[in-house]
C-alpha cells in the first residue's frame, strides 16, 4: 500500500507538538503518529538547541511523524497549519506493509 509521510520539526517549548498530536489522533485519526525528542539540533535561525549532563535544554527539536494515504495526510496538514512555522514540514512517498 502506497502512503505519504509526513515529518513536522518543533521544538518544545510551546508544547505544540502535543496539541499536533492530539489533532492528528483525535480529529484526523491518521493512521500513525510518532514524537521523537532530539538531542541536538538548529533551525532557521541557527541556534543550537542541545542537552548536556550539565545544561538540561526544556526547549530541545522534536519531530511529529505521521503517515497515512496522501489525501488524509494533505488535509491534515491544512489543519495543524496554524501550528507550523512555514519550511517545517517535509513529505515524501512510502511503501506501507
Request: net charge negative.
Amino acid at each position: 500500500m502506497k502512503v505519504t509521510v509526513a515529518r513536522i520539526y518543533v521544538t518544545e517549548g510551546k508544547h505544540i507538538h502535543e496539541k499536533i498530536f492530539q489533532r492528528l489522533h483525535d480529529e484526523h485519526k491518521v493512521k500513525g503518529v510518532t514524537v521523537y525528542r532530539g538531542i541536538t539540533g538548529f533551525g532557521k535561525s541557527g541556534e543550537t538547541h542541545s542537552s548536556n549532563l550539565l545544561d538540561l535544554s526544556f526547549d530541545m527539536p522534536v519531530v511529529v511523524e505521521f503517515f497515512d494515504t496522501g489525501d488524509k495526510v494533505e488535509t491534515a496538514l491544512d489543519s495543524i497549519s496554524d501550528l507550523i512555522s512555514p519550511g517545517h514540514v517535509l513529505t515524501f512517498a512510502a511503501d506501507f506493509y
